[in-house]
């Protein structure tokens, strides 16, 4: 078991914008977990109220986040899971009131749409980072990304230690933004994309083809997402199946035409995605990142933490 432990008497609720648990007893056992490190966990999913695919109804969904938003005894909001939902009540979200609740908002994967639509709407930094599910139910909870969640929370600065073949020289400075692939390609032209200028992208998905992950950043080219970017960092892009037909045309082949291809440097070997071992991701903070042949470091600073959550 991880020996990651968390501040004592945080209060971190937890809500569900997407999906549902999977498993009611392991989420149980999850924040029994929590409780026994000392933290205070309120709850505001219910698995008998969970509607087709989702953890409830959209207005009972968004009824999670203003609770947990309201809650003066909460510091963390960590998303249930993800899967899908979160695009369906953005309109309804009031990101102003999210932001000034001063909490630390954290989640992956589909949740990379709040993400986007609170910098958008607010400048407000909030963190791409684990779930309680499956993240704090596991059987055996990853150390790394547990350390890596309550190291970032604490702050003042977070470090990740990525490598990856063929990287290029690099060392560049400017915001950290990004999540899942397929979400910030959704998002890109609507209201939610945020304007981060001279930043650095980071970006992951699971089960999408090599072509489908090339054709979603050519579309972020194309639109003029990609305008400026300081640099790309590619994390896990796993679960996908190649066919005879693809002659060789792999992920690192895809790799390949994108470094060609892209006004801006790509990097790979992020540990962020879904997968067991995740870093956590300041999405907004002040990054440095430097890299060479033997991997890069990603330093990030100026973002909202426990002991400061209103920077």
């Known amino acids: 078991m991880s020996t990651a432990t968390p501040p004592t008497k945080i209060g971190i609720a937890i809500a569900a914008p997407g999906g549902y648990a999977l498993d009611d007893a392991l989420l149980a056992r999850g924040i029994a977990r929590l409780e026994q490190q000392g933290c205070t966990v309120h709850n505001y999913y219910d698995s008998a109220l969970k509607h087709q695919r989702f953890a409830g109804t ?18 963390v909001v960590v998303a249930l899971r993800g899967q899908y939902g979160l695009s369906r009540i953005l309109p309804r979200i009031d990101f102003h009131a999210m932001a000034d609740s001063g909490k630390l908002f954290v989640g992956y994967s589909d949740f990379t749409a709040f993400n986007f639509g609170l910098m958008r709407a607010t400048g407000r930094k909030s963190f ?49 933004w990004g999540g899942n692939l397929a979400m910030v390609a959704h998002l890109a032209g609507t209201p939610y994309f945020p304007r981060m200028e001279g930043g650095i992208l ?3 998905d699971v089960n999408e083809h090599p072509y489908r992950v090339e ?21 896990d892009f796993s679960g996908y199946r190649l066919a005879p ?22 990097l790979t070997g992020l540990p962020f995605g879904h997968v067991r071992h995740r870093c956590t991701l300041p999405f907004g903070g002040t990054a440095h990142l430097v890299s060479d042949t033997a991997g890069f470091d990603l330093t ?9 959550p209103h920077l």
């Open 300 to 308: 990030v600073t100026d973002y909202p933490t426990l002991a400061n």
């Open 58 to 75: 959209d207005a009972g969904r968004l009824a999670q986040l203003e609770a947990a938003a309201r809650d003066p005894d909460v510091q």
């Open 245 to 266: 037909t693809d002659n060789g045309y792999d992920f690192d082949a895809m790799v390949g035409y994108l470094r060609e291809t892209l006004p801006v440097p790509v």
């Open 202 to 204: 980071f970006l992951e």
């Open 128 to 176: 791409a980072g684990p779930m309680m599910c499956d993240d704090f139910i596991r059987d055996e909870p990853v150390q790394y990304t547990l350390d890596q969640f309550w190291d970032c929370l604490r702050g003042p600065s977070h470090r990740v230690r990525g490598e990856g073949e063929g990287n290029p020289h690099i060392d560049v400075t400017g915001p950290l």
């Open 215 to 235: 054709r979603m950043l050519l579309q972020l080219l194309y639109a003029g997402a990609l305008d400026g970017q300081r640099a790309i960092v590619l994390g």
